[in-house]
């Protein structure tokens, strides 16, 4: 299958500080690319949806100026939690699409982000 | 709205069993649905994708079915082994071209040597 790798795999930083996240698309282009949100004993929660060389698409509850997402190019999508807060701390995963609507999408490794 | 539940939350099981983990969604029109398994704090490593189309996927000693009328998926494991241990998801993704797929909260999963 199609491989999709996110970085760092575990981040901790200062309350106050940003925080970038990378999800690329190894050997194939993904013209969208979507952000996940995993609390404990949660489930994962879509956040925004990353369309390349367009805004990304949020989720209801989900702040955009918090939550800065870039899809610059076909095989790159970035998360940016500016300001983090202890509250921030979680599971993030994306997943890219290889294709249109209807093809799958693989999910990267995930990044565990921890703010003190 | 989409709502993805699995049954049981947690289960412990000695090694060598036979096990099955439940998976219920309510909104019966699905692209696919697909099974997953997460190592703590880890990503994502998916097992088995069944199109709606489909009744069932096997690969090695697993085996998913999926009864779209129903509203229900099924993941067997046969002889558990301790590298087993870990949390299953389920997650299904809607028809229609949406993407937004729903994850269930996921079975914790125990092998016992």
């Known amino acids: 299958g199609a491989v999709v790798s996110q970085h760092p795999s575990r981040v901790i930083c200062k309350s106050g500080t940003s925080v970038k996240i990378e999800c690329r698309s190894l050997?194939?282009?993904?013209?969208?690319m979507f952000w996940y949100r995993q609390f404990p004993k949660q489930s994962l929660m879509l956040m925004a949806t990353?369309?390349?060389?367009?805004?990304?698409?949020?989720e209801q509850g989900v702040e955009k100026d918090k939550f800065l997402i870039n899809h610059a190019s076909l095989t790159l999508s970035t998360l940016t939690v500016t300001s983090a807060h202890p509250e921030d701390s979680s599971f993030y995963i994306c997943?890219?699409?290889?294709?249109?609507?209807?093809?799958?999408?693989?999910f990267g490794q995930g990044t565990r982000l921890t703010v003190v | 709205k989409q709502e993805v539940t699995q049954i049981p939350a947690a289960l412990s099981v000695p090694e060598g069993e036979n096990l099955v983990l439940n998976c219920s969604f309510t909104?019966?029109?699905?692209?696919?649905l697909q099974w997953f398994r997460q190592d703590p704090g880890k990503g994502l490593t998916s097992l088995l994708l069944?199109?709606?189309?489909?009744r069932e996927q096997t690969s090695g000693r697993l085996n998913a079915s999926l009864d779209k009328s129903s509203g229900r998926s099924t993941l067997y494991i046969a002889a558990s082994q301790p590298g087993d241990s870990a949390t299953y998801l389920c997650?299904?993704?809607?028809?229609?071209?949406?993407?937004?797929?729903?994850f269930g909260i996921g079975t914790k999963l125990q092998v016992i040597p």
């Open positions: 050997d194939f282009q993904a013209t969208t």
């Open positions: 990353s369309n390349e060389g367009s805004k990304a698409t949020y």
């Open positions: 997650a299904v993704r809607p028809s229609g071209g949406y993407q937004k797929v729903t």
């Open positions: 069944i199109q709606s189309s489909q």
């Open positions: 997943s890219a699409r290889t294709g249109g609507p209807n093809t799958e999408a693989f």
């Open positions: 909104d019966s029109a699905i692209y696919n």
